[in-house]
């Protein structure tokens, strides 16, 4: 008699039937919810590159839905390489990205109003070389929703987990696409997620699972990796830039032993370094530090998670605002994204399913997101060991994450150098700085982008565009 | 008998009425050198403010022939301070100063062409609240000249004493700016002339030399101190910037032991370390570390005196260029400094001595100049304890002087503070950081100006007209 660990052979083959079926459900089920876009309000004539929006149901009974906008590489979709795209926040909508970032589309600050926010070409995006999905996720992010209150209820682990199942049946419903390299990437907070659903993807190659996934590697901008560590560094990152003094910075590091944020609150000397600190960073932009703050919002001390400012929520109160302001801000630009998301005509181009969600917002304060991973150290330690390619790349002039966090951690692999630090161009211009680290036949490339803030491509597209186009073709940048 | 020290009566009164005569002739040559213009091309219309150029003879028979440009306060020229202006390099006219810093004219780059330079008006000139005098000095600088070989032939010490002689004379041939309160300002490598100017005045008040000058105090903008140290200063500023690595600056700070200008050149490995800085910055813009290099001359290493590409020399070699280049560089600005100066018209219109000069170049870098001086840190030092005010400023993206070596030197004062490092505003938003130290009666304001390069009110215009409006108002920044 077979023991329950080995079926027999009659019920692996139904066993076999029955996922089969269950795929082909799937795959019923996501292509009636696969969308193509050929125009947009705000952007006149027919969009010059193919886009594609959809829902890919994830979770129990799938009961949460993700949705996505695929754009495919207005270069060779079928040999560049597939990319899937995470914007952090938490709870950044995938349109920061595709339109802030690294998209087609940008909009046009001077020709939009309130009433017409209009688009123009991002010259740098990065389609113009890879195919990327851009994926509302967690749950709650853009126009992503749950059927059920408990679906809204996340951790890293939970969203980790949700969007690797939406890359598995993404996949499934474009097999055009499963030869292409495959890389996953993202910014910011995208820095906890991207490396664990590396990590599954790895694991289910491993395992066999199906579609088998071409996975050559990821890339990480200003990523979140040890949250702890990384807004620690703000504190010498602060003394770097100049926004505190030396004296100021060499009692705070005596005062405090170098931990800056679970101070002991009886520690009345570290205490007030810490305010003076505050006092001194809490009106910076802390998103590119030497860029005006408009945030309408009280500013956040130096210690918080990420900045209000950053989320973007300010953009609703400047809706109110009558007059263009005298002093342009990132954050006004921001508005448009509220305008033009929140607009019906604008949601049934896209193919949003009505009354799903609220309110569109560029970035989710209010998720209820729990954090349960609070370093993915380990997965870079683990993923560098399995032939992975990464790009990591940091705006020097982020004091969200700064760039000497990153460079700290990865020091802290131990890799053998390949290229050490030295300077990167573009158009003979120093864009930033970049080494390269290897295990095996790993290959790990930091790069910073010289003036960028957090993130890296909306302060400089054309260095970071080249930066990726120049690594995805396996050149040294 | 009389002792040859203390001569008679009427040796006295001889050599009273012979002083008398030499200050009447020597008032007489000067009237005749001082001119009003009214206008001048490349800007219609009238001027808005009262220029009025002119000549005065220092050294050995009035040899040495020092052109300014003085420009009266556009709010109350009785009432507002009169300021000195040096502009550095040594070499560097004041022009440059005029046009590119601090005075009421600047050139409209989209509107000049080669055949016109155009100016606009700088809404941010520091003659909007003080009587500048702008001078070409030392010898060989911008339109002054010398009539005999001898006289090109220039060290810091004479330097200064030739621009303390320019002031007296110019403050005879205008008493009307004898009560009014007096600054010495400049940048750069002002750092090293306006102390020695300032204690000559205060020496000479001291002495009773006529006329007594109302001294208040000084201002110096991105300055040379020591230069050893101010050098010596970019390693770690390059590493706070980002431009060499944490590992890198570990090395060569272990390896030189903080010492990177005089290096042994058998500690191999400090000069190896010091190959990867030149390799990390040698195409860096060090005048502010975010913009683009264009310098058309073979870059300098870092340690070098002062950049070429400061000096503003690949301005000829830029002449040559048919096209706009597509990207824009404060250099490409500086060419119409150089076809307007040198234009026959402009001379004339300027008052310029015909046959005085060869060519106007905006930095001269070919003076027969010596240091002399190698540090005012004792300057500074003793005219703390005079009562004088202060006003030191930095632009943090500056590489040429980093603030990290302002701040170190002024640390080492160790000076009363009275106001510790925080954040100084302009239009709410943070324009830089700055603190106040004391003496006794004197104040010495060190303010930090963000995202300035050298010199700060080159690139941050209105934040630096705000910070000496404040000071000279003696408000706090």
């Known amino acids: 008699m077979a023991t329950p660990l080995?079926?027999?052979p009659a019920y692996k083959c139904m066993?076999?039937?029955?996922?089969?079926?269950?795929?082909?459900?799937?795959?019923?089920?996501?292509?009636?919810?696969?969308?193509?876009?050929?125009?947009?309000?705000?952007?006149?004539?027919?969009l010059p590159f193919k886009l594609e929006t959809g829902y890919i149901g994830v979770g129990d009974l799938d009961d949460v839905q993700l949705f996505y906008y695929f754009i495919e590489s207005e270069r060779s979709p079928k040999d560049d390489p597939l990319v899937l795209w995470l914007t952090g926040g938490p709870g950044c909508s995938a349109f920061s990205g595709l339109v802030f970032e690294i998209g087609p589309l940008s909009f046009d600050f001077d020709k939009s109003s309130r009433d017409s926010p209009?688009?123009?070409?991002?010259?740098?995006?990065?389609?113009?070389?890879?195919?990327?999905?851009?994926?509302?996720?967690?749950?709650?992010?853009?126009?992503?929703?749950?059927?059920?209150?408990?679906?809204?209820?996340?951790?890293?682990t939970i969203s980790a987990a949700q969007t690797y199942s939406f890359l598995r049946k993404w996949l499934l419903a474009h097999p055009a696409f499963h030869k292409n390299q495959l890389?996953?990437?993202?910014?910011?907070y995208s820095g906890i997620l991207v490396p664990i659903i590396v990590q599954k993807i790895s694991d289910g190659n491993e395992a066999g699972v199906k579609p088998a996934m071409n996975l050559q590697g990821y890339v990480l901008g200003n990523p979140t990796t040890t949250p702890h560590d990384d807004?620690?560094?703000?504190?010498?990152?602060?003394?770097?830039?100049?926004l505190i003094s030396q004296k100021q910075y060499e009692s705070i590091k005596r005062n405090c032993k170098g931990e800056y944020i679970n101070v002991d609150p009886n520690n009345t000397l570290c205490v007030n370094d810490l305010h003076t600190?505050?006092?001194?960073?809490?009106?910076?932009?802390?998103?590119?530090?030497?860029?005006?703050?408009?945030?309408?919002?009280?500013?956040?001390?130096?210690?918080?998670?990420?900045?209000?400012?950053?989320?973007g929520e300010d953009a609703i109160h400047l809706l109110s605002l009558t007059q263009v302001p005298e002093l342009w801000c990132r954050s006004y630009n921001y508005i448009f994204s509220y305008i033009w998301a929140n607009n019906e005509t604008v949601q049934r181009a896209l193919h949003i399913r009505e009354g799903t969600i609220r309110e569109w917002v560029r970035c989710n304060a209010s998720l209820s997101y729990t954090d349960d991973v609070f370093s993915t150290?380990?997965?870079?330690?683990?993923?560098?060991?399995?032939?992975y390619r990464i790009l990591i790349y940091s705006g020097d002039h982020d004091m969200v994450i700064p760039h000497i966090s990153t460079y700290a951690w990865i020091e802290s692999l131990n890799l053998t150098i390949a290229t050490d630090w030295g300077p990167w161009f573009v158009d003979g211009q120093i864009a930033g700085y970049t080494m390269e680290s290897y295990y095996k036949k790993s290959?790990?490339?930091?790069?910073?982008?010289?003036?960028?803030?957090?993130?890296?491509?909306?302060?400089?597209?054309?260095?970071?565009f080249a930066m990726v186009n120049r690594w995805f073709a396996y050149y040294p940048l």
Not at 377 to 387: A, Q, S, W
Not at 452 to 458: F, L, R, V
Request: proline share 6%; hydrophobic share 35%.
């Open 6 to 8: 080995t079926p027999n």
């Open 15 to 46: 066993t076999k039937l029955f996922s089969h079926i269950l795929l082909i459900v799937l795959f019923l089920t996501i292509v009636e919810s696969q969308s193509i876009i050929e125009s947009l309000p705000g952007y006149s004539g027919s």
């Open 443 to 464: 290959r790990l490339t930091y790069a910073t982008v010289k003036g960028a803030g957090h993130t890296a491509p909306e302060y400089k597209p054309k260095e970071c």
């Open 231 to 242: 807004y620690n560094y703000r504190i010498p990152f602060a003394y770097m830039k100049a």
């Open 377 to 387: 150290l380990e997965y870079h330690r683990n993923l560098i060991k399995k032939g």
């Open 118 to 156: 209009t688009f123009k070409l991002n010259p740098f995006s990065w389609t113009k070389v890879a195919n990327i999905i851009f994926v509302d996720a967690p749950v709650g992010t853009g126009f992503s929703y749950a059927r059920s209150w408990e679906g809204y209820s996340i951790t890293d």
């Open 277 to 311: 600190v505050t006092d001194c960073t809490q009106k910076i932009y802390s998103g590119q530090i030497l860029e005006p703050t408009c945030s309408l919002t009280s500013p956040k001390p130096v210690g918080s998670k990420l900045d209000a400012s950053l989320l």
């Open 183 to 188: 890389y996953v990437a993202g910014d910011s």
